[in-house]
């Protein structure tokens, strides 16, 4: 299994992105370097965005560093209950959550859809 995986990390930056083509992850990630991995996930600052539960995804816009640092130290829980923005659509990816209608969009996202 951690085989089939290791294929796909060098390919992660080209589907996060909603136009791999023109921009990319920036900072860009590589699989093979340690100290890319360690900024990967709520490290990351344009994967956090997409990783944040979608119910604080405002707040992740209006301020971003504050809940990526809600994120790290568990302030902000992220469990099977709390969907995250990148299973939405919307540009940054979960924008139009609507909390009254919380299945609106869901497994609509860019990355879900390749």
Not at 37 to 47: D, E, I, S
Not at 81 to 105: M, R
Request: glycine share 10%; net charge positive; proline share 10%.
């Amino acid at each position: 299994r951690s085989e089939d995986a290791s294929h796909l990390k060098p390919f992660i930056g080209n589907y996060m992105v909603a136009q791999p083509g023109v921009k990319g992850l920036k900072p860009p990630i590589f699989s093979d370097n340690k100290k890319s991995r360690a900024r990967m996930g709520v490290n990351h600052p344009q994967l956090v965005g997409m990783l944040c539960p979608v119910k604080h995804v405002n707040a992740y816009h209006a301020d971003p560093k504050k809940v990526q640092e809600q994120l790290q130290n568990g302030e902000i829980r992220m469990n099977a209950g709390a969907w995250p923005a990148l299973a939405y659509p919307g540009n940054p990816p979960g924008i139009d959550f609507d909390i009254e209608n919380i299945q609106e969009g869901l497994l609509r996202g860019h990355i879900l859809k390749r």
